[in-house]
């Protein structure tokens, strides 16, 4: 499933040299930071909204906004998908570490 992230990623860098009036990502770019964090902080609202009205259709909607315009702040700052999901690779690496020193040594 991480290919749809990948192929998201590479579409959302080609739009950092498109025409604003031709896309919604290359018109949002052209807006600046403070319009990308404004989106992921709008859709952040929503998905929470969504998730305490507790509609799986509507929760799993939002949270496909909040993981696009997460992944458009990304591109803005020179990262993608890849460095979020090592990043939670490396935790999942912590965690085995944490559970095997907190067992009682046999
Ligand atoms: N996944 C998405 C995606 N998810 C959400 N959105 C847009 O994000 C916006 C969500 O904002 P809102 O729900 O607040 O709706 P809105 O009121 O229309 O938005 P604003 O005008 O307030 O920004 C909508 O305009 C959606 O169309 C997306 N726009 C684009 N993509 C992907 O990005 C690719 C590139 O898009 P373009 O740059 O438009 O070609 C597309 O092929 C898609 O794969």
Redesign the pocket.
């Given at each position: 499933m991480s290919d749809v992230l990948d192929r998201?990623a590479e579409?959302?860098e080609q739009?950092k040299s498109?025409d604003p009036q031709?896309?919604?990502?290359?018109k949002?770019y052209a807006k600046g930071l403070d319009a990308i964090l404004k989106?992921v902080g709008?859709?952040a609202a929503?998905t929470i909204i969504a998730a305490k009205d507790g509609d799986a259709d509507q929760i799993i909607y939002e949270t496909?906004?909040l993981w696009?315009?997460s992944l458009v702040m990304l591109a803005h700052a020179g990262l993608g998908p890849q460095d979020v999901l090592k990043e939670l690779a490396r935790r999942e690496g912590l965690s085995g570490l944490e559970e095997k020193a907190s067992r009682p040594v046999e």
């Open positions: 998201l579409l959302l739009r498109a031709s896309s919604y990502v290359a949002l989106k709008e859709e929503e496909a906004d696009f315009h």
